[in-house]
């Protein structure tokens, strides 16, 4: 099913990435990247790869905050660029973050519209 293959890019608590190609009908994958059930994090939708903005699909660990899990400082500086470009929000109003191992995927559109 190469077909279906999208990137996943997951940037972790202590600002490490990893990333690798999976089956955009690989719900198991997307759980393990973020440590949890998947939950889509709104406004999060630009990802800087390699220097190509590319358009994406974030996910974080919809219990992350009830779990503890720690503040993942390089995915709230993107997700707070994303939200200031799109509805004009300066980070420094921003009372939210992320927390823990937050994902990002992208690939071809007609296969992110599967998602």
Known sequence: MADKLVTLVTVKVDGTTTEKQVNINDLRAFQEAVGGYIEVVQLLEMFDHGGVIRKCIALCDEEGKLKGKPINVEATKKWYRNVEGKV????????????GDIAFVFGDPKIMAQF
Do not use: K, Q, T, W
């Open 88 to 99: 004009g929000i300066p980070a420094h109003r921003m009372n939210d973050f992320l927390v």
